[in-house]
């Protein structure tokens, strides 16, 4: 019952905190379902999200004391003077992925520079409610291993070979890097596939090869300028995604993140919108439901990657497809970097 006289916020949290609660009467079942469907439709949950029959309470705020809501979806219905606390759940989909917040350091610091940057993220990230992952350049990565030993830092390298061993000079091989500590792995970021013919095969290969040396690849995908305008972006990383997994078991989906990144939005400071992110994110997890099942993909890490910074973060990482961010500039300031690890922790 809705006691006389209670505030409209209060009504409404009530309302909220009624049909979500595990303790409603068995006779209401029905309605609670239509109202929970109807609320998760509001707060652009997937109606399974509020099906874990969780309590979620709601602590309507009085006077001009203004509480941001913990995620951007619930704001549009709680704008001001509602704070909510989610005890474990709402169960969106988004919160039984990993959230991954990746730095790609790019060809970026010496390993004296390294050891800087690292002293100044521990303490930084320390209370970070995502994964954290820096991937330096090959150079660092001793330096990385050493110094994040003991800390929430995971370490990456920014490419991998796809042979085992052999006459491939300069190039690096998985066991190489997992015999370090190395534990992520970027493949086919844009910049090697425009300035060294990496190709959709060439990121196959590796990406296997990644997977059975025991990293886990953070394979990108993403489409040009011209692309996008072309209109052909989700036809374009749809076939980029289907040929960097061709052959990659389900149980080894589990290790791979996917992260879109627009060629158009690295390093330019354009940055594309959260809806637009949003959208191919989407497909993305689409994509890989298609081809390992709608379990497979509500488990996989898809990032945003694209002139990420601390403004626009918490925007992109509000939405319901991303997961987390990987980050060229903002990862080589410690603070900033920091802002990003925050806003993927509310995201
Ligand atoms: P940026 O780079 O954040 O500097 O745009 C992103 C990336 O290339 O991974």
């Known amino acids: 019952r809705i006691p006389a006289g209670a505030r409209r916020q209060s009504r409404r949290a009530f309302y909220v905190k009624a049909f979500l609660s595990k303790g409603c009467a068995r ?20 109606p399974q999200a509020t099906d874990e029959n969780r309590v979620c309470h709601i602590i309507p705020l009085t006077g001009h004391i203004r509480t941001p809501a913990p995620h951007p979806a619930l704001r549009t ?3 001001r003077g509602g704070r ?10 988004k919160q039984n992925r990993k959230a991954i917040i990746a730095g790609n350091w790019k060809m970026n610091k010496t390993a ?13 990230v320390k209370d970070a409610g995502c994964e954290v992952v820096i991937c330096v350049p090959f150079t660092d990565l001793v330096t990385a291993v050493e110094m994040t030993k003991g800390t929430n830092i995971h370490v990456g390298a920014e490419n991998v070979h796809f042979e085992k061993s052999g006459a491939f000079t300069g190039e690096i091989s998985a066991d190489m890097l997992t015999d370090l500590g190395v534990e992520y792995v970027v493949i086919g970021h844009s910049e090697r596939r425009q300035y060294f013919a990496e190709t959709n095969e060439t990121v196959n290969k590796r990406t296997k090869a990644a997977l059975a ?3 886990k690849p953070i394979i990108c995908v993403g489409e040009s300028l011209d692309q996008r305008e072309q209109g052909v972006t989700e036809e374009l990383v749809r076939m980029q995604v289907k040929i960097a997994l061709n052959g ?5 989906l589990k290790n791979v993140v996917i992260a879109y990144e627009p060629i158009w939005a690295i390093g330019t400071g354009k940055t594309a919108t959260a809806d637009q992110a949003e959208e191919v994110c989407a497909a993305i997890r689409k994509v890989v439901g298609e081809l390992y099942g709608e379990d497979a993909a509500k488990g996989l890490t898809v990032q945003y990657g694209g002139s990420m ?3 626009n973060a918490e925007e992109l990482l509000g939405k319901p497809d991303v997961d987390g961010g990987l980050i060229g500039g903002a990862s080589l300031k410690a603070d900033q970097f920091a802002v990003i690890v925050d806003a993927a922790t509310k995201g």
């Open 84 to 93: 909510l606390i989610m005890e474990g759940v709402i169960t969106m989909d």
């Open 213 to 215: 040396g025991g990293l």
């Open 27 to 46: 006779r209401r079942v029905s309605e609670r379902n239509r109202r929970r469907r109807l609320l998760a439709r509001r707060l652009k949950l997937s």
């Open 248 to 252: 990659v078991t389900a149980d080894e």
């Open 309 to 311: 910074n601390p403004k």
């Open 77 to 79: 219905t709680f704008p």
């Open 112 to 124: 004296t520079e390294a050891k800087a940057l690292i002293s100044e993220l521990i303490p930084a």
